[in-house]
């Protein structure tokens, strides 16, 4: 009997300093990964960061725009095709799920890395800023693993309809090798392939402007559009503007300003379905806050809604291949070029 209480303290206690040293590791690599380590915290952002800065080194004498957005720039705009034969450079930062708080941020990550454009444009989501539909879209799409702590504290108080970026925030720091596993085996190197073999790299395809292409099968195309109708349809019967995503907007294109950008807003071209969903009333809610970003922020507003036919579309709101390019011959007309020309005169 003494043997076996002995035996039991025995391994109750090499089981409690081993739950203590992985919750010590944890807790340190929490910590690097929180300050030290952005391509493993947030990946696609550092991709992205990276090959702008790789972009202006090329062709340093030329002015640089950037395009904030979500998965509809990410997947929509062809940056290349958009700049044509104009002396910019021209470049794709979208990233899918970016909503006000992200934008905010990325914007906040390019300065502090000594990246300045001299044009701004930021996509204006209205399902962003609806506070009438079921939930907060920003709160649902926004990943708080990407987040470092400092950034992960502007949650506070950025509405109250969701604790979700937060709560990702909190599970990916104390429990980061399970969260970041993918990242942390990449980093030394326990995944690697011959040449030819193994999964495509993240974030594949994306070309040198950021831009990644989707072709998406026919076949397809009905799936896709019955669930973004299910993610999207809430936010389009009834418009009232979140104060919340609304200011957070309005510090980012501040930023801007003070920084010298030209800031110019953008919505993104829709198919019919999802311009038939508007009713009166959130078409006048929608339309009050593009007044209000031109007259009372004083930006220019591309509203680019009605731009494009269905075909250019693979569900409705994100656009296909070609639609990309229909898309990027406009944009290079009606908002690229009246940008730059304003960059000229200042």
């Known amino acids: 009997m003494r043997r076996r209480a002995s035996w039991r303290r025995h391994h109750r206690a090499a089981a409690f300093w081993l739950l203590a040293m992985f919750a010590a590791s944890q807790a340190v690599l929490a910590m ?57 450079l021209l470049f794709n930062f979208g990233v899918p799920g970016s909503g006000p708080f992200l934008q905010k941020i990325v914007l906040d990550r390019m300065l502090a890395a000594g990246l300045k454009p001299d044009v701004l444009f930021i996509e204006v989501l209205h399902p962003f800023y609806n506070a009438a539909g079921t939930r907060s879209l920003d709160h649902s799409l926004l990943d708080g693993a990407r987040l470092t702590g400092g950034e992960a504290s502007e949650l506070f108080g950025y509405g109250s309809r969701s604790t979700g970026p937060m709560r990702r925030w909190v599970y990916a720091r104390a429990v980061p090798i399970n969260r970041h596993h993918a990242e942390l085996r990449d980093a030394i190197g326990l995944d690697v392939f011959q040449p030819g073999q193994g999964p495509p790299p993240p974030f594949h395809p994306i070309d040198r402007l950021g831009y990644r292409p989707r072709p998406v099968p026919p076949e397809d195309w009905p799936k896709l559009t019955t669930m973004a109708h299910r993610q999207y349809d809430p936010f389009y019967a009834a418009f009232r503007l979140d104060p919340h995503p609304w200011g957070r907007l309005l510090a980012t294109i501040d930023i801007a300003k003070r920084s010298g950008m030209r800031v110019v807003a953008v919505v993104m071209p829709e198919g019919t379905e999802f311009q038939q969903l508007y009713t009166p009333a959130s078409r006048e809610g929608v339309a009050d806050m593009i007044r209000r970003l031109r007259v009372e922020v004083g930006v220019t507003v591309v509203d680019a809604r009605e731009w ?3 075909p250019a579309f693979y569900d409705q709101h994100h656009l296909l291949p070609g639609g990309a390019i229909s898309f990027a011959d406009r944009f290079r007309v009606e908002a690229l070029q009246p940008a730059l020309k304003q960059v000229g005169r200042r």
Do not use: C, H, N
């Not at 062709?59 to 957005?69: T, Y």
């Open 308 to 310: 494009l036919d269905d």
């Open 32 to 88: 690097w990964i929180d300050q030290d380590a952005p391509a493993i915290r947030d990946p696609e952002y550092v991709l992205l960061q990276d090959m702008l800065k790789e972009r202006i080194a090329e062709q340093p004498d030329k002015p640089v725009a950037v395009f904030l957005g979500s998965s509809r720039v990410a997947l929509g705009f062809d940056a290349g095709r958009a700049t044509g034969d104009l002396d910019v």
